[in-house]
T-cell receptor
């Protein structure tokens, strides 16, 4: 049962344009959502997060939007840079243990 | 302030051997999570430990896998009698677990890549 889904395995964007990565979840008990960035042979690095009581969180070029009624969140990167090329994982947390449920990832390629 | 350390980075075992993966959390962190990433998949939660206690092992396979986080030393994920299906990247994350904080961020190590021949 995949509780967190990233339906686009890959995305290609031109440098300077906007990248939009999408994520859907099924469990309404999730109360915290995160995006991680991962390069090959490295561990995931935290990018940005959002609590379920908010619908938007912004940090520099990165903005995360949460639509609770649709159980959908998205990550916007603008402007996109070649160094943003990586796999992006959406993750959700709920309950006392803070364990993370990850999506399958989206490979972002930013073309110069 | 060193990050989360995992060793070895790469581990090759033959079927039936034992694999021991080590994780040293960030300084001041007393909570450790283990995740496994199978090829072409996302990371999947395995176990959550505090010092000397297993808090949540709902993601651990019922047999051959065990984890510990002793009072002194690193956390250990142990896989007995490995099979080819155990080949994966195993990531450890540590967290400070501060009181009064809604969510405590997890910091990930670089992972151990286990290959079972």
């Amino acid at each position: 049962d995949q509780q967190v889904k990233q339906n686009s395995p890959s995305l290609s964007v031109q440098e300077g344009r906007i990248s939009i990565l999408n994520c859907d979840y099924t469990n309404s008990m999730f109360d915290y959502f995160l995006w991680y960035k991962k390069y090959p042979a490295e561990g995931p690095t935290f990018l940005i997060s959002i609590s379920s009581i908010k619908d938007k969180n912004e940090d520099g070029r990165f903005t995360v939007f949460l639509n609770k009624s649709a159980k959908h969140l998205s990550l916007h990167i603008v402007p996109s840079q070649p160094g943003d090329s990586a796999v992006y994982f959406c993750a959700a947390s709920g309950g006392a243990t803070n364990k993370l449920i990850f999506g399958t990832g989206t490979l972002l390629a930013v073309q110069p | 302030n060193a990050g989360v350390m995992q060793n070895p980075r790469h581990l090759v075992r033959r079927r039936g051997q034992e694999a021991r993966l080590r994780c040293s959390p960030m300084k001041g962190h007393s909570h450790v999570y283990w995740y496994r990433q199978l090829p072409e998949e996302g990371l999947k939660f395995m176990v959550y430990l505090q010092k000397e206690n297993i808090i949540d092992e709902s993601g651990m396979p019922k047999e051959r896998f065990s984890a510990e986080f002793p009072k002194e030393g690193p956390s250990i994920l142990r896989i007995q009698q490995v099979v080819r299906g155990d080949s994966a990247a195993y990531f450890c994350a540590s967290s400070p677990r501060l009181a009064g904080v809604f969510y405590n961020e997890q910091f990930f190590g670089p992972g151990t890549r286990l290959t079972v021949l």
